[in-house]
């Protein structure tokens, strides 16, 4: 091996000088530990880049056993390279095959059917009853919508146009006469029967969105959510002094409890799911507001997806049971179950499974 | 090497000023870096999406406009109202049902090379992946709704408002520096650009250039403490370096460190840049790994230890 001596500078000359490399001979540390640990990597990034075009369910058994234990390996073998190499390109790799691997691994479960069935027996009734302050609150700003609509409008009738906009009241106002007021209360839809599906599905989507709405909402410091549960109590307060003021209350109350009570517990769980964003903002307490925001939101969200959910039966039951159950006793009847059924669910289901 | 910065810093101390660049710390306690996606590239990743969602939808109506046009069929109002809860259903759960499936990409997503994770590093959760998607709603949707339908029949100042208010949950990426969106927040997600990056020859150990001209530099120690880890890891950008003009940066460099380690070139009609490069590289980096493995990390030419 020829070597060149090239001055140095002072009294250090090259030969006296330790030797700091220089002769192809000498392997540095960091070029064997690439070398030993460089197949694994690379059978690494083909099965990724492989997952990353085809979706993980182009990996097989075998491979996909094979994924985490490689995911790990090159994790390792990035600490060991931190620690020991300083080839900048062998970092980088490093890096963006862990980083790649790293969003396989923990991108989320792709078992999309047990997944839903975990979320409707544990995870759904457990951020309710996580939840139960707020809805409590949510429950209160609806009831005091409903007795300030009802005691406004039973001592004056006029206070129903307040409350009420034209478009929800559909003739149904104080200057309508009783049996106006009573006939829809017992329609049985027939021959109407195709557009009533119609309607029920623009019931759901509507609802659905007026719920998501309260939810996201609740991120302006929940303020909007308080007024919309309230508004929406003032209606059907107004709704409810005027129909008691002809002696029609119970019937009224029949009409709107057969689907209500799913359709007004989901409109309060949306509200509750506004108002825990509301409060994260508010109030971070120990946590920064974004950390705190983002533990609060994804119980709220649970909660809205079950609140959708609620609001697809409700509208079953109101295209369909509310024009076939005609007698007040036996919506009262329908009422009364499913307002057991569902608080059986929210208190008992998934209990003692963490 | 204490805590997730000094190890950034350590790790990669070129190229991490990046106003995108960020870490994310794995359940397995290593620390990534990773590179947010540009603001830009998600609004065409989400307008693609947007396209496709209303394609389909509007898809369904013109199949259940011929199906009415054909007459085959007595009951339009069930087909109508099928019709309707498809497209809320695709409307609401087209994203978070791609995010789920594909590891949280969607197809615009994955077209522009971004990815959903989670902010604290740790998994994808779907309650994570159902709240962001959910709060599209009035993040685009009802903005959208709003302008088409034309609520401006009330007051000015109402109206005022309303845009207002709307705006503040529209624009929520540009009005923070991780540019998420109201979604990304009560989720605690971001939206990271995807990883690149191949692995080339090391050029300490590069059997094909050896062969062609085997080193025959040897440095002193003192000629070696001339720099320090930036500086090595910035010789290392020039030496891989493919552009037309290499050449010249290369023996503009060379002639820079020759310079400060006093060693001029022997015969400067017939300069050796590449080899002389290369050398000076591989002595430098055995020079600095061996020191890094003492505790000694001499971050630049600057680090006096």
């Known amino acids: 091996m020829a070597t060149v001596h090239t001055r140095a500078k002072g009294d250090e000359t090259p030969t006296a000088a330790p030797r700091a490399g220089g002769a192809p001979a000498v392997t540095l540390k960091s070029t064997a530990f690439r070398a030993e640990r460089e197949p694994a990597w690379r059978r690494l990034e083909a099965l990724i880049t492989r997952a990353e075009t085809g979706g993980l369910a182009s990996l097989d058994a075998r491979e996909l056993l094979r994924l985490p234990i490689l995911y790990r390996a090159v994790l390792s073998s990035l600490s060991v390279a931190r620690a020991i190499s300083l080839d900048r390109n062998l970092l980088t790799y490093l890096e963006s095959l862990s980083s790649r691997a790293y969003f396989l691994v923990y991108g989320g479960r792709s078992n999309a059917l047990s997944a839903i069935g975990r979320f409707l027996a544990v995870t759904l009734p457990a951020a309710v009853r996580a939840a139960r302050w707020y809805i409590a609150l949510s429950a209160l700003c609806m009831v005091l919508g409903v007795v300030v609509g009802y005691v406004l409008t039973i001592g004056n009738l006029d206070w129903f146009y307040t409350f009420v906009s034209d478009g929800s009241a559909q003739g149904r106002t104080p200057t309508a006469d009783t049996e106006t007021l009573r006939r829809p209360l017992f329609s049985d839809g027939r021959g109407l029967g195709e557009r009533l599906t119609a309607f029920a599905s623009f019931l759901f989507t509507h609802n659905a969105r007026i719920g998501i709405m309260a939810f996201a909402l609740g991120f302006a410091l929940g303020a909007p959510t308080v007024l919309l549960l309230f508004f929406n109590g003032l209606t059907l307060g107004a709704f409810a002094a005027l129909y008691t003021s002809r002696g029609l209350g119970s019937e009224l109350l029949g009409w709107l409890l057969i689907h209500g009570v799913t359709e007004l517990t989901a409109i309060v769980l949306c509200g509750a799911a506004g108002l825990m964003l509301g409060r994260a903002v508010i109030f971070p307490g120990e946590y920064s507001r974004l950390q705190n925001l983002a533990r609060a939101g994804r119980l709220a969200a649970v909660i809205v997806i079950g609140a959708v959910l609620m609001f697809f039966v409700a509208a079953l039951l109101e295209g369909f049971g509310r024009q076939l159950i005609l007698a007040t006793d036996q919506r009262f009847l329908v009422a009364g179950v499913t307002a057991v059924l569902w608080a059986l669910y929210f208190l008992r289901s998934g209990r003692g499974t963490s | ?305």
């Open chain 2, 1 to 305: 090497m204490n805590g997730p910065e000094t190890t950034m810093q350590a790790a990669r101390p070129i190229g991490s000023g990046s106003p995108l660049a960020r870490w994310i710390e794995t359940p397995e306690g290593v620390v990534l870096p990773i590179e947010l996606g540009q603001r830009g590239e998600r609004a065409v990743a989400f307008i693609l999406d947007f396209l496709i969602v209303f394609g389909i939808i509007i898809g369904l109506y013109l199949l259940l406009l011929a199906v009415i046009l054909g007459g085959k069929f007595g009951g339009i109002g069930w087909l109508f109202a099928l019709v309707m809860l498809a497209s809320f259903f695709i409307r609401s759960f087209y994203f978070a049902f791609f995010e789920l499936r594909w590891q949280g990409t969607t197809p615009g997503k994955r077209a522009m090379g971004l990815r959903v994770i989670d902010r604290a590093g740790g998994p994808l959760t779907p309650q994570a992946v159902l709240g962001r998607n959910l709060m599209r709603e009035v993040e685009v949707f009802l903005p959208i709704m709003v302008l088409i339908s034309g609520t401006f029949s009330g007051e000015v100042w109402q109206t005022l408002a309303t845009i207002g208010w709307l705006a503040v949950f529209m624009f929520m990426p540009l009005l923070n520096r991780d540019g998420l969106r109201v979604g990304d927040m009560i989720a605690g997600t971001w939206v990271v650009a995807a990883p690149k990056g191949a692995l080339m020859r090391d050029l300490a150990h590069d059997e094909a250039a050896e062969a062609q001209s085997p080193s025959h530099y040897s440095f002193t120690t003192k000629q070696l403490d001339a720099y320090g880890i930036y500086e090595l890891q910035t010789l290392e950008g020039v030496l891989r370096d493919r552009r037309p003009n290499a050449g010249e940066v290369r023996a503009e460099v060379a002639r820079r460190i020759r310079a400060k380690i006093e060693m001029p070139e022997e015969d400067p009609a017939d300069p050796d840049t590449e080899r002389f490069l290369r050398d000076f590289y591989t002595a430098m980096r055995a020079r600095l790994e061996r020191r890094m493995l003492l505790g000694v990390r001499r971050r630049d030419k600057h680090d006096r230890r």
